[in-house]
């Protein structure tokens, strides 16, 4: 208890950005069920304090870098094995995942209030909201397809490119977009990614030749959860870990038909959404976000944020050119492999590795403040919500502890694993207790070989993360898990290699 209180002691507000209500009040009993929860809920909390977290953080952020690398040339914190579309796939899941639909009013007379938060699901709410029924204004007329936004250019490859649907405002006013959730609009890429997902459920429409929009629902989030199962998580974690949960088919693939093997994700009763997952684990997306992107090829790249020119901040109507050609985000199934230069090439992710790109250091004031470090934001909230340390999650898990002297702040490059310090050389309060999301970062810097090593999540973190998504699945009696165990992707949808993967669904999408 007196643990507890002085960490309260130190909360301060830290914006919207990323924040749920109700995360920072878990109960630590062993009864305890909600929709936040621990996994590993006898392990004590790490101690910190605010000052050695804040200088973790400064230590993770990279240095500025005024000249981007030039597309013809390596830039070797590029990951070889995960394509830049993964980042935003995963953001576009998370606000899938942890929608809250409540008001601020009921917010702020009840901050805790975790019954009211919806049970986490792969149901694709932050596109459809609450259903024709009740958010009409996300339908056309007929209460059966998505309504969608104006049309955008600079994709040659997708000449019925559209945004999402925006209020029109009054002038000198921000058209807001009209969605199940507004956070799908705080940037370009995964605001395409939400515009994509109602294009897709409009083709299913057209598709099946169906007027039930029960069932159309369905088949979309039988597709995307398939998307999610078979494409998003060996890319993140990797097939062993897959393989380790859902036991080898005959061919040597993943044997996804079999009844999961969940050994740290066992609700008592509901799902329920782990801390260790929400505010450490499946926060390893921001080290991957690089600093710029080519959205299509006939614009230059764009920065994340610029306060002097265009950028890829969202909440506000974009510029029409911006059409995103996803291309360049994801490799198609079906296409040959693409140049590793120039403008056509896939873009990598950055690497899941103890660094982020400099402009996470320094978030706009219109994204976040108090404090304006995505890093700092992420340790205090670990901190916060009371989170063991990573060697003692490694260790409940079964896995080797790594020594303090391996975990290494900075990139996963030749260069940083010259300089790279060790967390204790940052402050020795770090001994044997490093912070989780710090743990699992370093964690998957172990890979590092060379600056092209692929780099995927480690045993800590791969695990974590594919035994939540598969166990929330597995518990929602909506999933194709639960009603289609041999459920596979309509004929049609697939790619030439028999295969449905983002880049195939975001190929259905392009048809209407």
Request: net charge neutral; charged share 25%; aromatic share 10%.
């Amino acid at each position: 208890m007196q643990e507890a209180t002085v960490a309260a002691a130190h909360r301060k507000p830290m914006g919207r950005h990323g924040e749920i209500r109700g995360l920072e009040a878990q109960g630590r009993s062993d009864q305890f069920e909600g929709r936040f929860g621990r996994m590993f809920r006898t392990l004590p909390p790490a101690q910190f304090d605010a000052g050695v977290l804040h200088d973790l953080a400064a230590a993770m952020t990279a240095e500025f870098e005024a000249t981007p690398t030039p597309e013809t040339e390596a830039d070797d914190e590029e990951n070889t094995g995960i394509s830049a579309g993964y980042t935003y796939l995963g953001q576009f899941i998370d606000h899938d995942l942890t929608f809250d639909p409540v008001s601020s009013l009921q917010r702020q007379n009840d901050p805790a209030a975790l019954v009211d938060f919806r049970t986490p699901r792969f149901d694709l709410d932050c596109a459809y909201g609450r259903g024709p029924s009740d958010q009409a204004y996300l339908y056309r007329a007929d209460g059966l397809k998505m309504l969608q936004g104006d049309p955008l250019t600079g994709n040659s490859k997708d000449p019925k490119a559209r945004g999402v649907p925006r209020n029109t405002p009054e002038t000198g006013e921000p058209a807001r977009a009209l969605l199940g959730d507004p956070r799908n609009d705080e940037n370009v890429i995964v605001s395409q990614l939400q515009a994509s997902m109602l294009r897709f459920h409009n083709r299913m429409v057209d598709v099946l030749g169906s007027d039930n929009f029960d069932e159309v629902q369905k088949m979309a989030r039988f597709h995307y959860q398939w998307v999610v199962l078979h494409d998003f998580l060996p890319t993140i974690v990797g097939l062993d870990t897959l393989k380790s949960i859902f036991g080898t088919a005959k061919d040597g693939t993943v044997d996804y038909t079999q009844e999961p093997k969940l050994k740290f994700y066992k609700p008592k009763k509901e799902a329920y959404m782990p801390v260790e997952f929400s505010a450490a684990a499946y926060r390893f997306g921001h080290s991957m976000v690089r600093p710029i992107y080519r959205l299509n090829q006939s614009i230059d790249r764009l920065p994340i944020f610029s306060a002097t020119g265009e950028s890829l901040v969202g909440f506000r109507k974009f510029p029409t050119n911006l059409a995103i050609d996803w291309d360049l985000f994801f490799k198609p199934s079906d296409a040959p492999p693409p140049p590793p230069f120039g403008k056509t090439r896939v873009q990598p992710a950055y690497k899941p590795d103890s660094s982020v790109v400099n402009p996470l250091g320094s978030l706009p004031a219109s994204v976040a403040s108090n404090p304006s470090s995505l890093p700092e934001r992420n340790l205090l909230r670990g901190w916060r919500v009371e989170l063991p340390s990573g060697q003692s999650v490694a260790k409940a898990m079964g896995f080797a502890v790594i020594p303090d002297d391996k975990l290494k702040v900075g990139k996963a490059t030749a260069a940083g694993k010259e300089k790279n310090k060790s967390i204790t050389q940052v402050s020795p309060k770090f001994a044997r207790n490093a912070p989780l999301w710090f743990y699992m970062l370093s964690e998957a810097q172990q890979q590092f070989v060379e600056d092209d090593t692929p780099i995927r999540l480690g045993p800590v973190g791969g695990r974590i993360v594919a035994e939540v998504i598969v166990g929330l699945m597995i518990h929602d009696s909506h999933s194709y898990l639960r009603q289609d165990r041999n459920f596979s992707p309509r004929r049609e949808f697939l790619s030439p290699k028999g295969e449905f993967n983002m880049t195939d669904l975001l190929r259905q999408a392009r048809q209407v």
